[in-house]
């Protein structure tokens, strides 16, 4: 049987992204009777420092490589342009091996994955990753006032519908997305051919067993570390989470915040509109993806916000799934994926309702009282978040569009 798969993704293997949520996932299936050649789009700056340590693992499993390089500044007519690059390689690949599933890492994936499927019978894995049009609106980053950003919108709201349609499976990263999905196409067969698969994390290497001490300067073993990891600014509240850790330190005086992070230029200029007192408890670092559980293991708890918005109920955020198989309890805000669901009772941690001093102050006190009860939140990364798991689920995906 021909089980030749081509993987697209505008996302890069050398991202902390694809490193998160590509790469395990991919070189679990290959494992199995797969052979998988990936497409991406690759930031010059990054790939430099890892293109021949990439091109080594994925040789150890016989999963081919082929990849633009991306202008992460470009426009989004520019981007266009990718689109057109990435779907020329994909008709030659194609040419030479017949692929017989593309699985397809969102939207603009998804425009080629659909046409694939269209002229050379593929069968189509529409692997959402949240509602993308609705992102870029509940983001700023298009605006509804913009005639171009309303065309944009418009259009892949479109196609979403048509990637839906047509895809012989969807993975949706929440339960709260794909109710969403059913009420909104009640006729279609979304719910019979969608499976939710959140962000999912490696629980052999986010262990806190197998990490060893690291020593980070501006942190001493007296100090209370909250950690944040990850980018800086569009979804994420930063100096509401500074303002927040403030109004803790009446609570904990020896209460610190370590952000790791590559957006170091955002950082600072938060920063820089910061009090005194507040760039006191803030200890900045940046790490590469392999070093992310021994800070997390340096921590107390994680904590991070994420700006409310409709589109947000299909996210899964890859921290989440880290700190707590790192046993760490998560201050977040409600409205996210599904969240209300991992947070009932206080199980993953304490959910903020409002970005108010008064409402920081009582999660304070709330999360002073989790601390004393001991819980493991390592459980909830295993039984809902473990990468195993997710590998199992995709790869029965892969057997299941085949043999249909």
Not at 46 to 74: F, G, M, P, T, V
Request: charged residues 20%; contains cysteine.
């Amino acid at each position: 049987m021909n089980n030749n798969t081509l993987y697209i993704t505008f996302d890069g293997l050398s991202d902390p992204l694809g490193q998160s949520q590509i790469l395990p996932y991919l070189t679990g299936i290959a494992q199995n009777e797969f052979k998988i050649t990936i497409l991406s789009c690759e930031k010059s700056n990054r790939l430099k420092n890892q293109k021949e340590n990439l091109e080594n693992l994925l040789k150890s499993y016989h999963i081919d490589w082929k990849y633009i390089i991306y202008d992460e500044e470009a426009g989004f007519l520019s981007r266009l342009g990718y689109i057109r690059k990435i779907a020329s390689i994909a008709r030659l690949e194609n040419s030479l091996k017949k692929f017989q599933i593309v699985h397809c890492r969102s939207y603009l994936s998804a425009l080629i994955g659909m046409e694939m499927k269209q002229k050379h019978n593929c069968r189509f894995i529409f692997d959402m990753r949240g509602f993308w049009a609705d992102e870029r609106l509940d983001g700023g980053i298009w605006s509804k006032k913009n005639l171009h950003h309303l065309i944009f919108y418009t259009y892949f709201k479109r196609k979403e519908k048509q990637f839906l349609r047509s895809a012989d499976a969807v993975v949706s990263l929440t339960q709260n997305a794909l109710t969403y999905l059913s009420n909104s196409h009640p006729r279609s067969n979304i719910i019979e051919k969608t499976t939710v698969i959140p962000c999912c994390v490696n629980t052999k290497v986010f262990d806190p067993a197998n990490v060893d001490f690291l020593h980070i300067n501006g942190v001493s073993s007296a100090d209370h570390v909250l950690i944040y990891t990850g980018s800086i600014g569009t979804w994420y509240y930063t100096q509401e989470m500074i303002d927040c850790i403030s109004v803790w330190k009446t609570l904990i005086p020896n209460i610190k915040l370590l952000i790791v992070t590559h957006d170091t230029d955002k950082l600072n200029a938060i920063l820089e509109r910061c009090t005194e007192e507040q760039r006191k408890i803030i200890v900045p670092a940046s790490a590469s993806f392999n070093k992310i559980p021994s800070y997390l293991n340096i921590a107390k708890a994680a904590i991070f916000f994420i700006k409310p918005a409709f589109s947000k109920i299909a996210s899964s955020p890859t921290k989440m799934a880290e700190c707590w198989a790192m046993n760490l309890p998560i201050i977040t805000n409600a409205g996210i994926g599904d969240n209300d669901l991992y947070f009932r009772g206080n199980a993953g941690g304490l959910l903020i309702h409002d970005f108010t001093n008064d409402q920081y102050l009582q999660a304070g006190q709330t999360y002073l009282e989790l601390l004393e009860r001991k819980q493991n939140y390592r459980l909830i990364a295993k039984q809902h978040f473990n990468l195993e798991k997710a590998i199992i689920q995709y790869t029965c995906i892969y057997r299941a569009v085949t043999e249909a």
